[in-house]
């Protein structure tokens, strides 16, 4: 079993930047990818980012909406994942989730699709505003 605690969320202006963090209960070594999702009242949750966990950090993916200005990123040692958040407009607004997969398979296009994470967060909530 796999519990992940998020935290970091809050209010920003448009502009500014946040980072989120994600706490795992079990080393992070023994998980195949962390990811950050975000999910808005009457949408689906949309990947965000993810990190392939034996690359160490070599291999991360975005969703184009926030391609160069997020950034994730995992300390082993500490078994905690990150969300450097930048330049933050008002669609970021969102919960923000983390998730970890434990299982191998995942396919190439399927690495920000919420169906293939198996553990999941409470989120934490950003609101950015203008």
């Known amino acids: 079993q796999v519990q992940l605690v998020e935290s970091g969320g809050g209010s920003v202006q448009a502009g500014g930047s946040l980072r989120l963090s994600c706490t795992a209960s079990?080393?992070?070594?023994?998980?195949?990818?962390m990811a950050w999702f975000r999910q808005v009242p009457g949408k689906e949750r949309e990947g965000v980012a993810a990190?392939?966990?034996?690359?160490?950090?070599?291999?991360?993916y975005y969703a184009g909406s926030v391609k160069g200005r997020f950034a994730i990123s995992l300390d082993n040692a500490k078994n905690t994942l990150y969300l450097q958040m930048n330049s933050l407009n008002l669609a970021d607004t969102a919960d923000y989730y983390c998730?970890?997969?434990?299982?191998?398979?995942?396919?190439?296009?399927?690495?920000?699709?919420?169906?293939?994470?198996?553990?999941w967060g409470q989120g934490t909530q950003v609101a950015v505003s203008s």
């Open positions: 079990v080393y992070t070594e023994k998980l195949l990818y």
């Open positions: 998730a970890a997969r434990t299982y191998a398979g995942l396919v190439d296009g399927r690495r920000l699709s919420a169906d293939e994470y198996n553990y």
């Open positions: 990190i392939f966990i034996p690359s160490r950090g070599a291999h991360t």
